[in-house]
């Protein structure tokens, strides 16, 4: 069974109804993405390995929690990972960030990677792969598989939308990595769109959808 964990939380249903509202501005997108990252922190960092440490509270010493040396890496796939990315930083400000460039062919819909800038020493952090949607799984597979080959052996995949075609290719090729997201959706269309979805992501993030066009191609 994959280790996908579906975010329920009638909060997150909320902020969802507006995120697939075709008629939501690329401004209330992206305000609403970070409240969502909000709401989707607390079980996407639930694996972050921390270590004890001492704490002086005014009254004792106590034990804490402390961050590794090498900082945690939020590594977002472009160029829809940017505004949960972003989201997920405004939270957790102490992580590095690293981007890795992948992008569907319109009519292969294969995954093609791009561009890869991570941070020193990745092979010694704990990653969180961050991608608004997965669709095929394609590009996820391909950014878990490119962090692999660098060394990291410890990494989480975090999803606003997935569909279940993506969770099971996902898991088939990285079976250890788990997953998160906020929605698991019913199928893919024949364009390997999300159904229902939210439409392509990284346009209603960045504001390039063509005007008036509610249905991705
Ligand atoms: C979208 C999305 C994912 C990918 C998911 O990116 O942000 O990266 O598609 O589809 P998959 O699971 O079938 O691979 P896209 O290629 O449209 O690039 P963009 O983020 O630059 O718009
Ligand atoms: N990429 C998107 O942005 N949306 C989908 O539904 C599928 C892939």
């Known amino acids: 069974m994959p280790q996908v964990t579906v975010l329920n939380h009638p909060l997150v249903d909320v902020k969802m109804t507006t995120l697939r509202d075709a008629a939501t501005p690329a401004y209330r997108f992206r305000q609403t993405l970070h409240e969502m990252a909000a709401l989707m922190s607390a079980e996407v960092f639930r694996h972050l390995e921390v270590q004890p440490v001492d704490v002086t509270t005014p009254l004792e010493v106590t034990t804490g929690a ?7 890496c ?8 940017n505004g949960l990315t972003d989201a997920f930083l405004n939270i957790f400000p102490e992580a590095a960030v690293g981007h890795l460039g992948m992008e569907r062919d ?4 294969q995954a093609r990677a791009y561009y890869e800038k991570l941070p020193p020493a990745i092979e010694k952090r704990q990653v969180i792969l961050i991608d608004p949607m997965l669709a095929t799984g394609g590009s996820a ?4 598989a490119q962090l692999r080959s660098r060394g990291v052996r410890d990494i989480v995949f975090t999803a606003l939308v997935a569909a279940p ?7 088939n090729a990285h079976p250890d990595i788990p997953v998160i997201t906020a929605a698991m959706d019913r199928e893919l269309n024949d364009n390997c769109y999300i159904l229902p979805g939210l439409g392509d992501a990284g346009d209603r993030i960045i504001n390039t ?6 249905q991705p191609r």
């Open 74 to 81: 939020l590594v977002s796939i472009l160029r829809a990972g």
């Open 209 to 214: 959808q063509k005007p008036n066009a509610h």
């Open 106 to 109: 319109h009519d292969t819909h």
């Open 66 to 72: 402390a961050l590794p040396p090498y900082a945690p």
């Open 165 to 171: 075609e993506g969770v099971t290719a996902f898991h």
């Open 141 to 144: 597979v391909m950014a878990a």
